[in-house]
């Protein structure tokens, strides 16, 4: 296991993963702008590691993220937003300041551990996958600090939960469990908080140990690609796409290991 130590993060690699834990636990994990440009350092990192196939994000201690922290908040109110709110880092839909996630070749998944508002929610939103502990409570939190839909969270959560659950999350503002969090959609499955990590854990090495690196790479773009593309146009770009695929060392393998029963050593090529 590789870990390189942070100041508001911890970042390690072990088994093909990479967990990038939020390391504010006295304050749930609250955001900062130091946390922010952690967070996308290891993220980027990670992406350009061969080493690694897979990335989970999560909290330590108690909790995931609970929002912005009230300091930046209060710095906002006292100083204005300044460039804070009109960073990013290209053009593209997935290249804002906080939607970057969707954009990296590997999969990302949230570990939400524990309670997730505001901010930590729309981080987590963009990951391709959300587990939740039984014990996570989750909300929007905005329009209870006289806010409004942050960072692009008004176009991501309805293609999540739909529209009408999104339109009650977000203006209510209310706070659910994650019983109710899993019914939405908004989190995949709920484990139990004394083997939670384990699970999302055994969940990510079938990814990295079962499934081809390639697969996931082109799938990952062909799913976000395709939230603005008509149907004939995704289409065609799988039909491109299996083309590609059969003359990959993955396919062949892919092949090889079922006829021969065996476990798969893909390569990513």
């Known amino acids: 296991m590789e870990r390189i130590e942070r100041v508001e993060t911890k970042f390690e690699i072990a088994d093909s993963i990479a967990t990038i834990t939020l390391n504010r636990p006295d304050k749930l994990n609250a955001w900062t702008d130091l946390m922010e440009r952690e967070v996308r350092g290891a993220m980027l990192e990670?992406?350009?590691?061969?080493?690694?196939?897979?990335?989970?994000?999560?909290?330590?201690?108690?909790?995931?993220?609970?929002?912005?922290?009230?300091?930046?908040?209060?710095?906002?109110?006292?100083?204005?937003?300044?460039?804070?709110?009109?960073?990013?880092?290209?053009d593209g839909d997935f290249e804002q300041k906080y939607s970057y996630f969707p954009g990296l070749s590997k999969p990302v998944i949230a570990a939400i551990n524990g309670p997730i508002v505001g901010l930590g929610l729309v981080i987590a939103l963009y990951c391709d996958l959300r587990f939740a502990a039984d014990s996570a409570k989750f909300s929007t939190t905005f329009a209870r600090r006289g806010l409004i839909a942050e960072y692009g969270i008004g176009w991501m959560l309805p293609r999540i939960v739909g529209l009408p659950n999104a339109i009650d999350l977000l203006f209510s503002a209310r706070v659910i469990d994650a019983g109710e969090a899993a019914r939405m959609g908004l989190v995949t499955q709920v484990f139990p908080q004394d083997t939670f990590m384990a699970k999302v854990r055994e969940y990510v090495r079938d990814l990295v140990t079962l499934c081809s690196p390639r697969s996931l790479r082109v799938m990952k773009r062909q799913i976000y690609e395709s939230l603005s593309q008509s149907l004939a146009e995704a289409s065609e770009v799988?039909?491109?796409?299996?083309?590609?695929?059969?003359?990959?060392?993955?396919?062949?393998?892919?092949?090889?290991?079922?006829?021969?029963?065996?476990?798969?050593?893909?390569?990513?090529?």
């Open 238 to 269: 799988a039909e491109a796409e299996i083309l590609k695929s059969i003359e990959c060392e993955d396919f062949k393998e892919g092949v090889a290991h079922f006829r021969e029963k065996r476990a798969p050593a893909f390569t990513g090529k």
């Open 46 to 90: 990670a992406d350009h590691d061969d080493r690694v196939r897979a990335i989970i994000l999560t909290g330590e201690g108690r909790g995931f993220c609970a929002g912005a922290d009230m300091s930046l908040l209060s710095d906002i109110v006292q100083h204005g937003a300044g460039g804070r709110i009109r960073q990013k880092f290209g």
